[in-house]
């Protein structure tokens, strides 16, 4: 009976969703089982010692005798968020150090202040390709300083900048290592740029970080270009280098850094080192001699996009990749992976003189306008923190849009501790904005699980008369008794046997009258459980509730209590798997699940033909749905795992995608021509799947079987062109012959039409005479002869 009624107990706290069961044998056990619980330690209380405070004192008890340990949030640190002005620093997070004394479980909640300080430092670097090609651009960023200076003198006039070239190591394959390569590797360049050509080098950082613009000018006016032999150069190098070096180049370290590297070219990655016989890999280390020269270059290996993107987050370096377009598509691949980096264009000279001051700004403005307030994990304390200015885009998450310099948001910090700490020690927790951990709020938090009359050796009674004559000692109202003594009242001796159990056996139809349910000790005819255990008769078992995250009771959401889940208020369901809040369901709109779905256990579930987080998109609204990259990735992939044999040469990574289910089938049944899609393969080969929605999910729906094109028959071709070019030279030539024809027909007219045309000269000109005379004998016609 007892069993049933502890049972239905468990089950009414578990549907009204509270966490009021105390219980606990001791002081400590009690006011650690729930925020709400005091301990009675007034002497000759006969009633139940743990309650709530209320219930105590409805019960008798006195006030002053009630342990119920207070919470406390205490600023020990609190300056007003200020603007960066002459020697004072500006200060960004409101308050600057916080302590918390809490009861376990019991939820704390304090205002953080952000505020994006105006005049916060900035430290820029440039990072420029120092091969020929790059000559002009290099160039306009001389030109450019000062417009540069006075743009982000806008913005913050505390800034600075520096300046770093780089190649290639300076070995082959890489470089030409050949004594006049080295001398000159330009020496194949025009003859003006011969002269300018400095001998190879992989990176070399030039300018220190200084708010001088001449010095600034000046030192990259006069860089001269250098060389190398492969089309990728050492870029990656250079970037760790520029990041890793710290203290050689001059970052601040309480400063917003950004780095400008500038390239028309790609990149060697971790493993192209071995094409030279570099074997070993990258320390990720800071390795410039005393002329600012990377000197590891021959020893260490290029890093890898993993160290890359390791060390640029460890020193909170903001990249902007400025690439020419043909180099645009890797780049863009390796912002991806690379922490806060972008990409953007390298226009030619003569139309990008205010691309470069037009990027840095536009960078700018996007750290800023972003904030994300992160904190350090400590084991045992859970911590949500929630924007709440209406400036904020989303409320309820730890990320602030849309904010500019000089406005204030605000953010709730809860703090929710789940496990004891030895009296007197603390946890520290560090808050802080992402990418500027060097800005923080400390925050301690002191658990308090033991009572003070615990702790106050004034306030126990030793050998007291109560603890069955002086058996025992009276702490916190109740007797701990000596060695070898047991029971409330240390009544039981150690040393006795055959003491009666009768009281630690469960009697009823359906209890198994198994001494203590087999899961603890009887002493004195007192059922002492294991733990996991507890009841009367040990009949509860508090490990037998449903998980989740892996943790019983979904760890700080909620308690087990006799096979059932006691939840915190926020949270319900089974295995207090569920939010009761439906914030995370909320749309950048506001809106609940985008009016398209229904919010449970905090995850939208959407209406048919609606999928998302928050089902925003609208799967078969549009002929565009197969322009959705996402679903044109996992239809493919899903084909890769069917065919792994098949040469894929695209950069496509099935590991990172999130799909959602995925079918292959032999043909697409009911195809009317709707969701109906296809991509071409990198072997020419066309893949077709449908995009449907059935049950608040997607579904994609790809064929087995590609459509490949009809291979093409070579010889017919080549016989063909080969006939066409003879039959064309046939016809040029033919066509060659009867024009010349006509145009010889034509002169040959026209010289015969002017030859006539001479001989008037002959017959009427009367001062010719003709070349022969004849003399004519008058005699001879009458004479004989």
């Known amino acids: 009976m007892a069993k049933r009624l502890f049972g239905l107990i468990a089950l009414v706290l578990f549907l009204t969703g509270k966490s009021s069961a105390c219980s606990g044998s001791t002081c400590r056990e009690c006011i650690s089982s729930d925020s709400s619980c005091s301990w009675c330690a007034q002497k000759n209380f006969t009633a139940q010692r743990c309650q709530t405070f209320s219930s105590l004192l409805q019960a008798g008890c006195d006030s002053s005798a009630i342990q119920s340990p207070a919470s406390t ?132 950082h030039e300018l220190d970080m200084t708010n001088n613009i001449n010095s600034f000018e000046k030192i990259v006016n006069t860089t001269k270009q250098t060389g190398n032999i492969d089309l990728p150069e050492g870029s990656l190098d250079a970037i760790l280098q520029a990041v890793a070096c710290t203290d050689e180049i001059g970052w601040r370290p309480a400063s917003r850094k950004m780095l400008i590297y500038a390239s028309n070219d790609r990149f060697h990655v971790a493993g192209d080192g071995k094409l030279a016989g570099i074997l070993f890999p990258n320390d990720m280390k800071c390795h410039l001699n005393s002329h600012g020269k990377y000197d590891k270059e021959l020893e260490q290996d290029y890093p890898s996009i993993g160290q890359l993107t390791e060390i640029v987050s460890r020193q909170e370096v903001h990249i902007i990749f400025t690439v020419t377009e043909n180099q645009r598509s890797l780049y863009n691949e390796l912002s991806l992976r690379v922490p806060h980096s972008t990409v953007e264009l390298l226009a030619d000279e003569g139309s990008g003189n205010k691309d470069i001051r037009e990027i840095i700004e536009k960078k700018y403005k996007e750290m800023i306008s972003e904030v994300e307030i992160l904190h350090t994990e400590v084991e045992g304390v859970d911590i949500k923190i929630k924007a709440k200015s209406s400036s904020c885009e989303r409320k309820n998450t730890n990320i602030c849009k849309g904010i500019q310099i000089g406005q204030s948001v605000d953010f709730d910090v809860e703090v929710f501790a789940t496990s004891c700490t030895a009296p007197g020690s603390i946890r520290t927790i560090e808050i802080y904005p992402g990418s500027l951990s060097n800005e923080k709020m400390t925050l301690t938090i002191q658990t308090n699980c033991e009572c003070e009359c615990a702790l106050d050796e004034a306030t126990w009674e030793k050998n007291s008369d109560i603890c069955n004559g002086g058996n025992g000692t009276l702490k916190c109202g109740q007797c701990e008794c000596n060695a070898g003594r047991f029971g409330q009242t240390c009544q039981c001796d150690a040393t006795e046997t055959g003491a009666d159990t009768s009281g630690c056996i469960e009697k009823g139809s359906n209890s198994t009258e198994t001494e203590c349910s087999g899961a603890g000790t009887c002493v004195c005819g007192i059922c002492q459980c294991d733990e996991g255990f507890s009841g009367t008769y040990c009949e509860c078992n508090d490990k037998s509730c449903g998980t989740f995250n892996r943790e019983l009771c979904g760890g700080f959401r909620g308690r087990c209590r006799c096979g059932q889940c006691v939840c915190e208020p926020e949270y319900s369901g089974p295995s207090c798997d569920c939010l009761t809040s439906n914030a995370t369901c909320l749309s950048q709109e506001g809106k609940l699940c985008s009016d398209h779905g229904t919010c449970k256990c905090g995850n939208c579930e959407c209406d048919d033909g609606y999928a998302g987080d928050y089902c925003e998109n609208c799967v078969l609204c549009s002929d565009s749905v197969c322009d959705i990259p996402d679903y044109r990735d996992c239809a493919e992939c899903l084909h890769r795992e069917e065919d792994p044999n098949r040469d894929y040469k695209d950069l496509l990574d099935c590991s990172s995608l999130t799909c959602p289910e995925r079918q292959l089938v032999e043909q697409l049944e009911d195809n009317d021509g709707s969701g109906v899609c296809s991509v071409k393969l990198s072997d020419g080969c066309f893949l077709t799947f449908r995009i449907t929605s059935s049950d608040s999910k997607v579904i994609i729906e790809v064929v087995k079987k590609t459509q490949c094109p009809e291979p093409l028959n070579v010889i017919p071709v080549v016989v063909g062109v080969v006939i066409g070019v003879v039959l064309l030279g046939l016809l040029i030539l033919l066509l060659w012959k009867v024009i010349t024809y006509f145009v010889d027909k034509r002169e040959y007219s026209k010289f015969q039409e002017d030859i006539a045309k001479g001989k008037w000269a002959q017959n009427d000109n009367p001062m010719y005479k003709g070349a022969t005379t004849t003399y004519r004998n008058p005699m001879l016609e009458t004479n004989d002869i």
């Open 73 to 204: 949030t205490t600023k020990k640190q609190d300056e007003n968020v200020r603007d960066s002005s002459g020697n004072n620093k500006p200060v960004q997070i409101q308050p600057q150090k916080v302590h918390i004394s809490t009861r376990l479980r019991k939820k704390e909640t304090f205002t953080m202040t952000f505020r994006a300080a105006d005049n916060y430092p900035v430290d820029l670097y440039f990072l420029f390709d120092n091969s020929m090609s790059m000559k002009k651009h290099i160039k306009s960023l001389a030109n450019l300083a000062n417009d540069i200076g006075r743009s982000i003198g806008d913005i913050s006039s505390n800034y600075m900048m520096a300046y770093g070239t780089f190649q290639d190591k300076v070995i082959l394959p890489f470089t030409d290592t050949s004594p006049r390569r080295v001398r000159n590797p330009c020496m194949l360049a025009r003859a003006a740029d011969k002269k300018d050509c400095l001998p190879p080098y992989e990176y070399k």
